[in-house]
């Protein structure tokens, strides 16, 4: 994995305050873990955000580099980002401090590559299940990404973790039973229709008669009746 380079700052303050004058200056804190204790520190979200624009999968390898205390450089990773819930505004990093002879365990994407022949001959539709492995190995060796052959998947196949072929000095840590990728069978026409059928307005039919409460004959002729002219004497 290319190794990019980080500069971040020590900083003394914490809180809320101190966090909101950071933003301010352009600014966000972050957390450096993996030493004799965790070193507060300030990094500038749009170089971590270039950082891993495009990439697939969460974790990058960095270089980091302290300004302004002569501290040297570092190796780590990133732990964990927090976003702003409404604005997507990058809030906080943490970084993971890292040792170049001793293994760690990190996530990393999952690609597919070549097109299954359940979809290419029989119309298929391929689902990748997992998008994310967890491995084991030396921060030099991570890979960008691991590679999932899907070529052979007809429909109803299933392409599991035991399946896969991890680089040179990479261990796959999850279930080697788990699903991958599969790939499942077009929606049929006949299947479409009835679906569109039970969404679709009903034709407009005659409306039931409306019963109201109606009077009794008995009732009924005393009305008629005040409707004669009286009889003349």
């Known amino acids: 994995m290319d190794m990019q380079e980080l500069t971040v700052t020590p900083r003394g303050e914490k809180g809320k305050q101190a966090a909101k004058r950071l933003r301010r200056a352009g600014r966000i804190p972050a957390i450096l873990y993996g030493g004799t204790k965790p070193q507060d520190i300030s990094v500038d979200p749009k170089a971590v955000l270039k950082m891993i624009h495009g990439r697939e999968g969460s974790t990058q390898l960095l270089n980091i580099k302290f300004d302004g205390d002569g501290a040297g450089t570092k190796m780590a990773i990133i732990r964990d980002m927090q976003f702003d819930p409404v604005s ?58 691991i590679d999932a052959d899907v070529t052979n998947l007809a429909i109803g196949d299933v392409l599991t973790v035991r399946d896969l072929t991890p680089p040179a000095g990479v261990r796959i840590l999850n279930d080697p039973g788990q699903a991958v990728a599969t790939v499942s069978p077009p929606m049929a026409e006949e299947e479409v229709a009835p679906a569109a059928a039970a969404g679709a307005v009903p034709a407009a039919t005659a409306e039931p008669e409306v019963l109201t409460e109606r009077k009794p004959k008995e009732e009924a002729a005393p009305a008629e009746d005040a409707k004669k002219p009286a009889a003349k004497k």
Do not use: F
């Not at 990093?93 to 299954?116: F, K």
């Not at 022949?117 to 030396?138: A, P, Q, R, Y």
């Open 88 to 145: 997507e505004d990058l809030l906080h990093v943490d970084l993971q401090e890292v040792s170049a002879d001793r293994a760690i365990n990190v996530q990393v994407a999952v690609h597919p590559v070549g097109e299954a022949i359940g979809v290419k001959d029989t119309k298929g539709i391929l689902n990748l299940v997992l998008h994310e492995l967890e491995i084991s190995c030396l921060p030099a060796n991570i890979p960008a990404r």
